[in-house]
């Protein structure tokens, strides 16, 4: 285990347990304490999105504009199945309760 340590959601520091890149590029990063994240990379190089995991049953995606689609984020809660959508911009929230959605 690495000795590293980075940033969180928080902005506290948590020990890093592994960082890597997928082979679609995008990066990840285990906390020793159950965390992770992982960030989206677009073809330019450019963040296209970000996802941050608490290691307690909560998800945070944050997705930049496209030229399809306005940014949004959504808040997932893996113990009651519900992820709420908010558009960027726009102020309007949606949840949707049951299974979560697949990518």
Avoid: C, L
């Avoid at 890149?21 to 990063?29: I, K, L, M, P």
């Avoid at 020793?32 to 190089?45: A, C, L, R, V």
Wanted: charge should be positive.
């Amino acid at each position: 285990m690495s000795s590293n340590s980075d940033p969180n959601q928080s902005g506290k520091p948590s020990n890093v347990a592994y960082k890597g890149t997928n082979a679609e590029g995008n990066s990840y990063t285990k906390y020793n304490n159950e965390k992770y994240s992982y960030t989206n990379y677009k073809p330019s190089g450019d963040v296209q999105g970000r996802y941050f995991n608490d290691g307690r049953g909560h998800g945070f995606y944050k997705q930049n504009a496209t030229a399809e689609k306005p940014a949004y984020a959504w808040h997932e809660n893996a113990r009651t199945e519900t992820r709420t959508y908010i558009e960027k911009g726009s102020g309007s929230r949606s949840s949707g309760q049951g299974k979560k959605e697949s990518n």
